[in-house]
């Protein structure tokens, strides 16, 4: 070789190698700049203190011997390796790809190999990089299609539900009370209802459409109210150790929502330490999330720097693998043999619908830590609105508009407005609702109006009867949370009606709009 050209490739990324047919592949040759990619000297490698063979990496060398035996008995001239790692000098390791010609004597045996490494971590690296990155897209697309499906689902079956529900407490209203099997049947139509909406709630939570009607809550005052609760829930075995800041902790959430949070946590960690004693520790802190701690620890969460209330629920049960982790939130996954149910699916979908946050650290025998950040609210609890008791006895007067595509859940809340002393009109979609309303706006006093709607959503419908009306009581009703932006009822509206609901919750929000 010329000595421009040999100047040339020993000072690039390519290391020259020639290699003895012998165990341990001994070097004859090494270009100068071996040490660069090796950090043994080309000398070092000649004198013999180190085989070429010892440096591939234990997760490699199988691999490249049976490729190099394959290649020799092939009688092939030239091959090459897929990538692999060796172990530098330093311990470090390196992804090289390796191309070699074979060299044989006069009667064909094979006597040495002469070839090229070249360092290609960065590549290998960049590509692993990307593969994760292609894997957590793939995950959270098919969490957003799971969650757009149970937040459907949740939705239609609450409008069924609305109806026999409604229906169930009419019955119960209207029928004497001496016929007690029939109202103890009815009781349980109530009950089993009931039920099932409570499954459509974790199913929403899920969906990240769960939260309905916030309001300034003190997490850390919540945690100490149900610590005597939580204490309850896990094993006798297991210490629970609540903590939190002296100050308020206020966020802006449903109270509801956040218990579901805090106990599914709980008895996850409890169910970790696997009936040993043991440790949860619950704290509640104050904490500044600046733009680097939002990028590194809650990376797909799309938090801005700022004033946040975290909620950290640690353990020292069995820890996770990289598996379980990666499974942990997807809908009925569990590692226990009668597990079941949304679990941390729904607390995924809960701080999803808060705009908050939620880190994991866990390893196999190191145990678990669940950090779940919000967004700190400026408000004070003792100011939030105290609204009006209601009795079992308040009738109204007038006539309410009830607008809902559904016309089960239009007939059923007609007839409980109507055992309220109310009279009704009804229409199928939000124009139709404002054509009715132009009509008999002298006689309208109220307004029950569906969030989701064809033709016109319940927003629009909104805007538009405030436009005619700027005062008018309107409630709003949904089978789940229509997002908006912060996720708060739609300005002007006077109360919300979770759906499905009963004869006493249309009254409670009735008079309340009204008052």
């Not at 530098?88 to 010609?101: C, E, F, P, S």
């Amino acid at each position: 070789m010329a000595t421009l050209e040999r100047e040339i490739i020993c000072q690039g990324p390519v290391v020259l190698f020639r290699w003895r047919n012998a165990p341990g592949w001994p070097v004859e040759y090494a270009s100068p700049n071996a040490a660069e990619v090796f950090g043994w000297t080309a000398e070092q490698f000649v004198r013999g203190e180190v085989a070429y063979a010892d440096l591939i990496a234990q997760s490699s060398r199988e691999r490249v011997a049976r490729e190099v035996d394959e290649a020799t008995r092939s009688g092939v001239m030239q091959f090459v390796h897929e990538p692999y790692e060796i172990v530098r000098r330093d311990g470090t390791k390196r992804w090289l790809y390796d191309a070699t010609r074979i060299l044989r004597d006069d009667e064909g045996r094979v006597t040495h190999y002469l070839g090229y490494v070249i360092d290609v971590t960065e590549g290998i690296e960049a590509q692993r990089a990307q593969a994760e990155l292609e894997a957590q897209l793939l995950h959270a697309q098919k969490l957003e299609s799971l969650g757009l499906l149970a937040g459907g689902v949740a939705h239609d079956f609450n409008n069924l539900l609305t109806g026999i529900l409604g229906h169930a407490t009419l019955a119960l209203a209207d029928l004497p009370r001496a016929d007690t099997e029939a109202v103890d049947h009815l009781v349980q139509i109530e009950k089993l209802a009931r039920q099932a909406a409570e499954l459509t709630r974790q199913l929403l939570a899920y969906s990240g459409r769960g939260r309905f009607v916030v309001e300034p809550c003190d997490l850390g005052v919540l945690v100490e109210e149900m610590s005597r609760m939580l204490q309850m829930v896990v094993s006798e075995k297991v210490t629970l150790v609540v903590e939190r800041d002296p100050g308020p902790a206020v966020i802006r959430a449903d109270r509801s929502q956040l218990q579901q949070v805090v106990m599914n946590l709980i008895t996850n960690a409890s169910e970790a330490i696997e009936g040993d004693t043991g440790i949860i520790d619950i704290r509640v802190r104050l904490r500044h999330l600046d733009e680097a701690v939002c990028a590194r620890d809650f990376d797909g969460w799309n938090l801005r720097p700022g004033a946040y209330v975290t909620l950290r629920v640690s353990d020292d049960g069995v820890g996770m693998d990289e598996e379980t982790r990666e499974r942990l939130f997807d809908p009925f996954f569990t590692t226990k043999a009668n597990g079941r149910g949304l679990g941390l699916s729904a607390v995924l979908g809960i701080v999803r619908g808060h705009g908050g946050g939620l880190r994991i650290d866990s390893s196999p025998g190191r145990g678990t830590t669940f950090e779940v950040v919000f967004p700190r609210a400026a408000e004070d609890v003792s100011r939030a609105r105290e609204l009006p008791a209601c009795d079992d006895d308040w009738r109204g007067h007038g006539t309410v508009l009830v607008i809902d595509d559904q016309a089960a859940v239009r007939s059923v809340a007609c007839r409980i407005l109507e055992q309220l002393g109310f009279d009704t009109l009804s229409a199928s979609n939000g124009a139709r609702g404002l054509e009715l309303y132009r009509t008999h706006r002298d006689e309208i006093v109220a307004v029950l109006l569906d969030l989701t709607m064809p033709v016109m959503n319940g927003q629009e419908t909104l805007a538009a009867l405030h436009g005619i009306r700027p005062d008018l009581p309107v409630v709003m009703s949904s089978g789940y949370d229509e997002p908006t932006g912060s996720q708060d009822l739609p300005p002007g509206a006077r109360g919300f009606l979770h759906k499905p609901y009963r004869l006493k919750d249309v009254r409670k929000a009735l008079r309340r709009a009204l008052e």
